[in-house]
Every structure is written in C-alpha cells, then in structure tokens.
C-alpha cells in the first residue's frame, strides 16, 4: 500500500493577515485533505475556515500535538499517513517546524518515508530578514536566549562577536512580556555602531519594522510588551 503525504500548510501570521497568506492551491488542498495534524486546535479550525474550508469541519480528524502532548507516542498521529491519506501540519503561526514543534512531526515523517510536501507561506523570521536590509547572504537564528540575565548578556555579546567575525545577522526572539526587558539588554550590552532590527507584529495593522544603530535605538522609545518580535542584530 502506497503512503500519503504530509503537506506543511503556514498559518497566517496575524488574525488579519488572512488575505496576505494564502493561495489559490493552499485554498484548494484543505478542501481535499479530512486530516490535520495542528499545535493550536482553535488556531487551525479557525485557519481553515478563513482559507475557504468548504468540508463540515465535524467530518475533519484533528491531531493534537499540543505542548500537553508532545511528550507521548505519537505514532497514533500517522495512522491515515501509513494508510495511503494525505495530511495536513500546521503551526500555530508561520511555517511548521520552524521554530516550531512541528519539526518532530515532519523528522518522523522522514524516518516512515513519507513524503514532505513543504507549501509557501509566511514566516516572521524571514520575512524580517527580508525588511532589515541587514545581511541576508549570511544569517543564523537562535530561537530563545537565555533567561537569567547575566547569562542573556554574555549570550549577546557572543552573537555580537559571531556577527562582527562572519558578517553575519543573527536572529532571536523571546516571549512576548519580557521583550522590553530583553531590549534595555540590548541597548546596555551591544556596541554603539551594531545594527538592530526590531521586526514586530509583522504582517499586521500594527506591524512596526525598523533597522537603527544601538545609538540611535537609545533616543528611541518603543513599547514591544506581549508583542510577537523577532530581533536582528549585525556588528
């Protein structure tokens, strides 16, 4: 028996940016696959309405691979995949499996010899690259820096180092209600002449995307508190 494929499905970025994120043949797909495998089960039914869901959503499988479930077998999450049943991944935002739990999902997808089936979408990471005007031949993303903020400020001072030695950006983020702290790290640990990008609520009504020096970024005040931000920095 043939087996079916996983396609990666992005999810929009923003509750407006609807519009901006999909395509005619992410529109048509959903309306042919009866199973999802989501992180967010009310981000993907709400997803899958915007995108033009015409299938009863009560016909539709969903597997969960929430936080509460990412510990388990999730073996159970490939039963139609091995039964020849396409499926579709998707992440509570952006692209699955970056910086996304989904990479487990697609890495056993490999392991089965399933086939990935990648769909174009949007990801805050690139597309803040994209707007920086910082390097983008050359760039590293480290998903979440430390807490502890000694430890934060060592770790920046090293991305620092690493972007001066390679010409390369670095990307990062953190949660939501400690990016303010994480820029005052920013602004007291980097260099004067140091590039930073501030990428936030991209695809938004609010979107706020802005490439300064730290001299200029300590003039400037800015709110990012429980906003969705990916930083960018280049010596």
């Given at each position: 028996m ?12 923003a509750p ?12 048509s797909?959903?309306?042919?696959l ?20 015409v ?12 936080k509460?479930?990412r ?24 692209c ?11 890495a056993?997808?490999h392991?089965?010899k ?10 805050s ?11 983008g ?15 934060r ?31 005052d790290?920013?602004?007291k640990?980097?260099?004067?002449a ?6 936030a609520q991209?695809n938004?009504?609010?979107?706020y ?27």
């Open positions: 043939s087996k079916g494929s996983l396609y990666l499905i992005p999810v929009p970025l407006e940016a609807a519009s901006l994120s999909f395509s005619h043949y992410s529109s797909l959903i309306n042919q009866k199973t999802y495998i989501v992180e967010n089960e009310k981000t993907a039914r709400k997803f899958l309405k915007e995108a033009g869901l299938t009863p959503q009560s016909a539709l499988v969903l597997h969960d691979y929430g509460h479930q510990s388990g077998d999730i073996s159970s999450f490939f039963s139609e995949l091995m039964k020849g049943e396409d499926v579709g991944l998707m992440s509570e935002a952006g699955p499996g970056i910086a996304d739990p989904g990479a487990d999902i697609v056993e997808a392991r089965r399933i086939r990935v089936i990648p769909l174009p979408g949007p990801n990471m690139i597309q803040a690259l994209m707007s920086s005007g910082l390097n031949q050359s760039f590293a993303f480290h998903g979440y820096l430390p807490i502890d903020k000694a430890d400020s060592r770790r920046l001072k090293e991305l620092e180092n690493l972007s001066g030695k390679y010409h390369q950006t670095q990307l990062f983020m953190e949660t939501p209600f400690r990016n303010n702290a994480l820029l790290d920013l602004l640990t980097l260099l004067p140091t590039r930073l990008c501030i990428a991209i938004s009504q609010e979107e995307i802005h490439t300064h020096t730290i001299a200029e970024w300590r003039k400037i005040t800015v709110d990012l508190h429980k906003k969705p931000v990916v930083f960018l920095l280049l010596k």
